[in-house]
């Protein structure tokens, strides 16, 4: 069975800080895909990135960055100097084809606020 | 172009009630999903259909019926509403597992159940 699990329910966080979101994931497949998604108060889900088992490079999008470390089951996403627009609940999530088919797993998300 | 449109966007019922959701989606995509998220925001998978082929129904009473008559429509039917129904349902569609271009969620559908 595959899980992800997102410690921090809530995190507070003032502009200009940078943050961290954990994520750390359960699977036995050798082969499998990983996901941040986005929910802001509009409530769509937004895709941010996603990223496969084979692949461990860290990758940076402007602000965004994550980090990947198949050593400890991780897959942390960073914001740096946090706006407010980034407020939203961010949600890990975890595709395992061998094992689970073609089915998103989701961690049960972080809360991010981000006070000006 | 919307890639994954559902409707309503809201839907306000009563209880006892029989209700339906669509969803369409332009992309192309070969597997369309359902799921459920609730009060506490939790995302979880109700149905998988792929080529219109049922291939996953999670642990969702039978009063919840999917229906893809074609693999650019998955269509969610729920008999007799119940006030535990109440949540916000997303379709969503993917290619390959999700490899290419990820899985792309329709805006949702806020259900009250009252």
């Known amino acids: 069975a595959q899980k992800v699990t997102q410690a921090q329910t809530e995190i507070s966080v003032v502009e200009k800080e940078d943050v961290t979101l954990d994520c750390v994931y359960e699977?036995?497949?050798?082969?499998?895909?990983l996901f941040w998604y986005k929910q802001p108060p509009s409530g769509e889900l937004v895709f941010l990135i996603r990223r496969n088992s084979f692949d461990e490079q860290n990758e940076i999008s402007g602000r965004y960055s994550w980090n990947f470390q198949k050593s400890t089951s991780s897959f942390n996403f960073t914001i740096t100097a946090s706006q407010v627009v980034d407020s939203a609940v961010y949600f890990c999530?975890?595709?395992?084809?061998?094992?689970?088919?073609?089915?998103?797993?989701f961690g049960g998300g972080t809360r991010l606020m981000v006070k000006p | 172009d919307t890639a994954v449109s559902q409707t309503p966007k809201y839907l306000v019922t009563q209880m006892g009630n029989d209700k339906s959701i669509k969803c369409e989606q332009n992309l192309g995509h070969d597997t369309m999903y359902w799921y459920k998220q609730d009060s506490k925001k939790f995302l979880k998978i109700m149905f998988s259909?792929?080529?219109?082929?049922?291939?996953i129904n999670e642990t969702v009473p039978n009063r919840f019926s999917p229906k893809s008559p074609d693999k650019a429509h998955l269509n969610l039917h729920i008999n007799s509403l119940e006030l535990g129904d109440s949540a916000v349902y997303f379709c969503a569609s993917s290619q390959d597992y999700g490899r290419v271009g990820g899985y792309t969620f329709g805006s949702g559908t806020r259900l009250t159940v009252v």
């Open positions: 999530a975890l595709s395992a084809p061998e094992s689970a088919g073609n089915m998103l797993t």
């Open positions: 699977t036995r497949d050798t082969t499998y895909y």
């Open positions: 259909y792929n080529n219109k082929e049922l291939i």
